[in-house]
């Protein structure tokens, strides 16, 4: 069965420092990778995917996140943080036979200003 | 939230009614699922559709039913509420190709006195 996993129920970071939040998988065949973002009161945002091709994908609001297939993560991260980008993070990873779609448990991300 | 509504947004219903929350879509997309999001469990399936009459059945199904009678809505029915459904309630649809992307509704919150 596939699935992913957010080792992190929250991460806090200072404003301006690099982020990142951590999501490993486990799928049979390709795996097809996404990040959302949920704030408060609204529904989840896409963010980024990985279908095929380069290992870096650059996504909206600056955020890009990198595939590494021989450690089966798909890391999520942004350069220098910002206050806004305080939010829920989810990972999830589409089933390709069905399309169905499994999500993490999210992962709390705090910008300290 | 890329062409979908959810309605009703809130609703407050007793233990034992039957509710029925709707989703509806303008993107024309061929697959539309409904999640459900708790703390600490991320977002679970519920039911998904992949046309119209067609339907199957997520990791957590029990006590719910669905409906798909035009490609543009699909229903979640609680055949009798139970306070453990008290929960955020997400739409969600995609276009079903290898590349595409998922997209969510605002979301519905129902409690269950």
């Known amino acids: 069965a596939q699935s992913v996993a957010q080792p992190e129920d929250q991460v806090n970071v200072a404003e301006g420092n690099p982020l990142t939040v951590k999501c490993t998988y486990s799928?049979?065949?390709?795996?097809?990778l996404f990040w959302y973002v949920q704030y408060p009161n609204r529904g989840l945002q896409f963010l980024l995917k990985?279908?095929?091709?380069?290992?870096l994908v650059k996504g909206s609001y600056g955020f890009e996140a990198e595939f590494n297939k021989s450690q089966t993560s798909f890391h999520l991260k942004k350069p220098s943080a910002l206050v806004s980008d305080s939010a829920l993070y989810f990972c999830?990873?589409?089933?390709?036979?069905?399309?169905?779609?499994?999500f993490g448990t999210g992962t709390r991300l705090k910008v300290l200003a | 939230d890329a062409g979908i509504t959810q309605s009703p947004r809130h609703k407050v219903t007793e233990t034992g009614t039957p509710v029925t929350l709707r989703c509806h879509q303008t993107?024309?997309?061929?697959?539309m699922y409904w999640y459900r999001q708790d703390p600490g469990h991320g977002l679970r399936l519920i039911h998904y559709?992949?046309?119209?009459?067609?339907?199957d059945k997520g990791e957590v199904s029990d006590g719910y039913s669905v409906s798909r009678s035009k490609t543009e809505d699909f229903l979640l029915t609680l055949e009798s509420a139970t306070s453990s459904q008290t929960s955020v309630y997400f739409c969600?649809?995609?276009?079903?190709?290898?590349?595409?992307?998922?997209?969510f509704g605002p979301g519905t919150r129902l409690t269950v006195l």
């Open positions: 969600a649809i995609s276009e079903g190709r290898s590349t595409d992307t998922q997209y």
């Open positions: 799928v049979s065949g390709n795996p097809y």
């Open positions: 990985y279908i095929t091709g380069d290992n």
């Open positions: 999830a990873v589409r089933d390709t036979g069905t399309y169905k779609y499994i």
């Open positions: 993107e024309n997309h061929r697959y």
């Open positions: 559709s992949y046309g119209v009459k067609d339907t």
